[in-house]
């Protein structure tokens, strides 16, 4: 490795862990529901890709990518957002989708005080943008293309 793909790479840790630290804080400041939900979406996020890539990006959201972007996450004053980059390209047979339906490119998960998040269908669409992004050409996000 050339010493500039070295000083490159460890930029790009850098970048990492501050991102994942930013997000960690970021759950942190919210300790009521919200803040249990978003590490909720995380910790699946991680379950289904162990090998995603977390990023800070946007004036302050979390993003996940997977051989392109997968998706980021928005805590608002009541809800938090998942939203899926290619969510209007993936199936959803059990309507998780509820926000942003709209949209020709992404789909939204809106979720409220009291919702339970249906895991198993979260993890099936999540599985689903995985398999869109190997499958088709997706923008990259910032350190997606070293993984």
């Known amino acids: 490795m050339s010493s500039s793909n070295s000083a490159k790479t460890a930029a790009q840790s850098i970048d990492r862990k501050e991102a994942i630290k930013r997000i960690d804080n970021f759950i942190a400041e919210h300790?009521?529901?919200?803040?249990?939900t978003m590490a909720q979406i995380r910790k699946i996020i991680h379950e289904v890709a162990p090998e995603v890539v977390e990023d800070w990006k946007y004036m302050g959201s979390p993003f996940w990518s997977h051989e392109g972007i997968l998706g980021h996450g928005n805590i608002f004053k009541a809800k938090v957002k998942l939203t899926l980059h290619?969510?209007?390209?993936?199936?959803d047979p059990k309507r998780l989708f509820n926000a942003s339906l709209g949209a020709k490119q992404s789909r939204a998960v809106d979720i409220f005080e009291g919702d339970e998040i249906d895991v198993i269908a979260l993890k099936?669409?999540?599985?689903?943008?995985?398999?869109y992004n190997s499958t088709h050409s997706v923008a990259m996000s910032k350190g997606s293309r070293d993984v």
């Open 31 to 36: 300790d009521d529901w919200r803040g249990e």
């Open 124 to 131: 099936t669409l999540l599985r689903e943008a995985m398999h």
């Open 86 to 91: 290619h969510g209007a390209h993936l199936p």
